[in-house]
């Protein structure tokens, strides 16, 4: 089986792309040097795959509210370029979004094909790409994620390790409820969707059980060895951010049990199992 991976130096990519190299497979591995999504000509170049899967993405929430187009130019209308081209060479389309693509005022799991509403400029630049790539392909998997946190680049973990080792007392939000989800589980799922040759559609790529950011922090403290009662509490509404955050971004796993493919597993279980590499090196 033959892989392209675009955006492999992100978080994701980079876990993505070790474990295929790991189990020997064909893998060709694009940074943005390699291929700039957003340039036609670039993609075009892309040939000889079984499955394209775009890790690459305008990941920054808050400055996509200052420059929506650029956001845009990378989470739609690339998605829609590798899409097509997917497609002319035959392989399988997989394409990452996420749970910004949803209102976030539920009370219950989003399930995979409950309507699009989202809030944020980065949402609206995901849900559109999401469409693009269902316009130009049939055999597209759109995994979509959240919570995302991971050995490479900064994330959640590394960034309230280093601020405890900074500040006596933390304060956290209680009231953004989600599915903190290990990168190495989602590459994990990535390939066993496809060696699985699931069905066209959408999945969705995050641990199960939910927690607050709250919650999960004091899991964080536990594993990097401070006392989790530091962790205090506080509410969004005491950070004044450019993009508005989900209050509730539990994603459902129906897609996964209708093919027999199992969940990513419990946030907090799979957090203990991931934190030794995730907070080893800060950064
Ligand atoms: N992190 C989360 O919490 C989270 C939550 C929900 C969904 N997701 C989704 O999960 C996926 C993976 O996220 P991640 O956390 O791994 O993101 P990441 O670490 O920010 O990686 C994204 C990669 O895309 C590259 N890139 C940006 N623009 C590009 C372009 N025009 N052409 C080619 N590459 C480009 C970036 O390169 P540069 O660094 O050079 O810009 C970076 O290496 C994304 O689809 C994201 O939307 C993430």
């Known amino acids: 089986m033959r892989w392209i991976i675009t955006g492999a130096a992100g978080m994701l990519g980079t876990d993505l792309v070790r474990l295929l190299n790991e189990r020997d497979d064909d893998v060709l591995a694009l940074t943005r040097d390699a291929v700039d999504i957003t340039d036609p000509a670039s993609v075009d170049e892309l040939a000889d795959a079984d499955v394209v899967v775009n890790c690459a ?107 405890s080792d900074k500040h006596p007392e933390l304060s956290v939000v209680t009231d953004e409820i989600g599915q903190p989800t290990w990168a190495k ?60 955050r989900p209050a509730y971004s539990v994603l459902g796993h129906d897609s996964l049990d209708a093919i027999g493919v199992a969940p990513i597993g419990d946030w907090k279980q799979r957090w203990q199992e991931a934190a030794p590499a995730v907070l080893s090196e800060l950064g």
């Open 185 to 244: 589980d989602l590459a994990d799922l990535v390939i066993r969707l496809v060696d699985a040759a699931a069905p066209a559609g959408i999945y969705h790529g995050t641990s199960s059980g939910q927690t607050n950011w709250h919650g999960f922090t004091k899991e964080i403290m536990a594993a990097y060895g401070k006392d989790p009662a530091i962790v205090g509490e506080t509410t969004a509404a005491a950070f004044n951010r450019p993009a508005p």
């Open 57 to 163: 993405a305008y990941t920054a929430v808050d400055a996509a509210e200052e420059d929506e187009a650029s956001a845009f130019a990378v989470n739609a209308v690339g998605p829609q370029l590798l899409a097509r081209k997917a497609r002319e060479i035959g392989a399988r389309f997989v394409h990452v979004s996420t749970d910004y693509v949803f209102a976030g005022d539920s009370e219950s799991p989003y399930g995979e094909y409950g309507p699009l509403a989202p809030a944020s400029a980065y949402g609206r630049t995901k849900a559109a790409g999401e469409w693009a790539v269902r316009a130009e392909t049939d055999d597209y998997l759109i995994i979509r994620t959240a919570w995302l946190y991971g050995e490479h680049g900064s994330c959640f973990p590394k960034t309230m390790a280093r601020l």
